[in-house]
């Protein structure tokens, strides 16, 4: 177990019971979320399920033959019949099938929970049905519960999360991330009326967005949800406000202020995979007239492995430009966001609500906080996951805190850890170094998935000549966390007058190596050798210089 990824180098509460999580106000200035339970029994009966301080179990009971089709042939999507029990209370005749397009695996696939699939009119705890997100594609099982918190923190509508392991037959089939259904109940509960059509995207009909439509018709590409049903009238209407409208057709066709908040919040966290990067991950709401936007699927955001230098350079203006899906699979275009780019055209004060994101829910002790919280309350779940390893979802922490700091120091232009200002050490950069007394976004850096004010940071290979008094030199030699990269390690040496005091070598995620070693006065040489050159990030942390 990497103990030191749950270890407290911060300040910010952690809250791990169940969020008040309710409905934006009209106005859409941000405010505390209301408690849905002060507003509808039902609504208070399903907090419980979406409780980010518990992993909760899911019992299924159904045919053998059954389950194995939805475990290995998702793509089918066929409903079955089950019972249920959440943490042993028990409700029968409920469909179970799989769903989803790109995180689809057979063996462990996202699997939907009907509760009035056979029974019209039956539901659980105020709910219709609730998904289960197999989180392959994020083996921190963390994305959503971070980032639709925040969402929600700022008035932006966002599905509440939770966690449950699903057993079925009584064997275990993993860890899931539970979502709630974007569904009428979710409309009544955030809107207050689900009296208007609700849109999804058609199978893979993504990069599209509100740009003209130039293939097929409008629901060729998004699909009504619920009863309501919906003709596509309100999203032509708004396609054509976009690109030609007046400022007031414009507004009144389309709920700018949402679309916007969201996709600035959602670029800030690097989502790469989102309406306004390659026209992803989304749902459409005509709310009093207008369009509006509801959040989805965030397993991409917060530093996608694959994609996490794109995430943390992507820009907050035109976030289509870092999204490695940015086209139309149907015409090939390249994606941009037309209702973004007009809002920002017309000057919508982006720096202002960047300004609102870090000192609200994008507060990086807070979020590091809560992340580092969430973490070990899944920690046991998660290494008994039948498809992720257990040091795929410790790494994935790692990582996933690496990316909060950089990312957020980065936007912030400063350092976010608050750190007192880096030693005036007396050092001489002699190989590789780009950067001595701290990081390329400030004096701290991340070291096992723990936060260091000081120290140095050389990219090995490096050599780095330090001038003390006699005395004792004392510090830890670490990895400065990389993304899963440096994973043969780094060598780490310590000589003076051409004999070596201390050397260990230290891989990408161990917790810094400590040594204390008594030096005469002149030159000390910390040497780091790495596999990989200019990615190797190495860091002496701590460091007590005589």
């Not at 042993?88 to 509760?115: H, T, Y």
């Not at 309350?377 to 990582?399: K, P």
Request: charged share 20%; proline share 5%; aromatic share 10%.
């Amino acid at each position: 177990m990497l103990c030191f990824l749950l270890a407290g180098c911060h300040s910010g509460d952690v809250r791990l019971g169940a969020e008040a999580q309710g409905a934006p106000s009209s106005e859409m200035e941000v405010v505390p979320q209301a408690d849905p339970g002060d507003t509808a029994a039902e609504e208070g009966e399903s907090d419980a399920v979406f409780d980010l301080g518990a992993v909760h179990r899911i019992d299924l009971v159904m045919a053998d033959s059954d389950w194995v089709q939805v475990r290995d042939n998702p793509s089918t999507e066929v409903w079955y019949t089950a019972d249920f029990e959440w943490d042993g209370e028990p409700m029968s005749n409920i469909g179970v099938r799989a769903f989803g397009q790109g995180s689809v695996v057979a063996g462990k696939p996202p699997i939907k929970l009907d509760f009035d699939r056979y029974e019209p009119g039956a539901q659980w705890r105020g709910l219709e049905q609730i998904k289960l997100d197999s989180s392959v594609q994020d083996a921190g099982f963390l994305n959503e519960a971070v980032g639709t918190r925040a969402l929600r923190e700022l008035g932006l509508p966002a599905a509440r999360t939770g966690w449950a392991q699903l057993y079925v037959n009584g064997s275990l089939a993993g860890l899931f991330v539970v979502l709630e259904s974007i569904d009428d109940r979710f409309l009544k509960r955030w809107y207050g009326d689900d009296s208007g059509p609700l849109y999804g995207m058609g199978t893979w009909m993504y990069g599209q967005g509100l740009n003209p439509i130039a293939w097929g018709t409008v629901l060729d590409w998004f699909e009504p949800q619920t009863s309501v049903g919906g003709d596509g009238s309100e999203i032509l209407a708004a396609i054509e406000a976009t690109a030609s409208g007046t400022d007031a057709d414009f507004a009144s066709a389309v709920d700018v202020d949402t679309f916007t908040r969201i996709a600035v919040t959602r670029s800030a966290m690097g989502a790469i995979d989102q309406f306004a990067a390659d026209g992803n991950n989304f749902y459409l709401y005509v709310d009093q007239g207008r369009i509006t936007p509801i959040a989805w699927d965030l397993d991409a955001d917060l530093g996608y492995p694959y994609y996490f230098t794109n995430a943390l350079d992507m820009g907050l203006e035109e976030p289509w430009l870092w999204s490695h899906a940015r086209y139309n699979p149907v015409t090939g275009a390249l994606y941009s966001d037309p209702v973004h780019a007009r809002a920002v055209a017309a000057g919508w004060d982006v720096d202002g609500w960047l300004d609102t994101l870090l000192a609200g829910p994008l507060d990086w002790s807070t979020l590091d906080a809560q992340t580092a919280g969430y973490a070990s309350v899944i920690h046991d779940a998660a290494c008994a996951d039948t498809y992720i390893s257990c040091a795929s979802f410790e790494h994935r922490v790692v990582d996933l805190r690496f990316f909060l700091h950089t990312r957020l120091a980065r936007l912030a232009g400063a350092e976010v850890a608050r750190c007192d200002a880096a030693p005036d050490w007396e050092v001489t950069p002699l190989q590789g170094v780009t950067t001595v007394g701290g990081s390329d976004w400030g004096p701290g850096f991340m070291v096992g998935g723990v936060h260091a004010c000081d120290g140095i940071y050389a990219p090995a290979p490096s050599r780095v000549a330090l001038t003390v008094h006699a005395g004792t030199l004392s510090g830890a030699a670490g990895v400065h966390d990389r993304n899963m990269n440096a994973s043969a390690g780094i060598r780490f040496a310590i000589l003076q007058n051409g004999v070596t005091l201390w050397e260990d070598t230290v891989l990408a995620y161990e917790a810094a190596a400590p040594f204390a070693v008594p030096v005469s006065e002149g030159t000390v040489l910390l040497v780091a050798l790495g596999s990989t050159p200019a990615e190797d990030g190495a860091s002496w942390v701590g460091l007590t210089v005589p």
